[in-house]
């Protein structure tokens, strides 16, 4: 059985003995349903702060990736949302990256990235939760013994 991992390029050579030899170079593509990995499924972020949610996919032929929000309505770039699709290698290969900017009590919620092609569907739910307050402190450490008293004394 043939799977994804397959794919690529092949050479044939023929020979019978006799001159001339001949050869064919072949491409073998697989069709599949997209799949889906999603690194962190829970993620914790302080309001006015930004969060990077991401999610690999694997699709041939390519897949059509997007976010929506946990109502199902697309997420498009803008102030608050960068989009970003990196293609890996090989090419079925990608990791879509979703940046939340300036996070607000609204922003808190679940994410999902979604992934279809001509063979099927998938998709994943990211959580993003207020983990309250970030840190907040006086002055920072001037020296490494300071710096460590203040991680210490903060735990």
């Not at 059509?64 to 293609?87: C, F, P, Q």
């Not at 279809?116 to 998709?123: A, C, F, H, I, L």
Request: charged fraction near 25%; proline fraction near 8%; include cysteine.
């Amino acid at each position: 059985k043939v799977s994804r991992m397959d794919m690529g390029a092949y050479l044939c050579i023929a020979s019978n003995g006799h001159p001339p030899t001949v050869s064919k170079r072949i491409l073998v593509s697989v069709d599949f349903p997209p799949m889906l990995w999603i690194p962190h499924q829970l993620i914790g972020a302080a309001r006015g702060s930004k969060v990077i949610i991401e999610c690999f996919t694997e699709a041939h032929p390519s897949s059509l990736n997007y976010w929506t929000r946990d109502d199902g309505i697309m997420i498009y770039e803008s102030e608050k949302y960068h989009l970003d699709a990196r293609v890996g290698n090989p090419e079925y290969k990608v990791h879509m990256l979703l940046m939340v900017n300036n996070l607000q009590s609204e922003d808190f919620g679940s994410y999902r990235c979604v992934a279809k092609n001509p063979r099927g569907e998938t998709d994943g739910t990211i959580k993003v939760y207020d983990s309250g307050p970030p840190p907040t402190s006086s002055e920072p450490p001037t020296t490494e013994g300071e710096m460590f008293e203040k991680i210490n004394m903060s735990k």
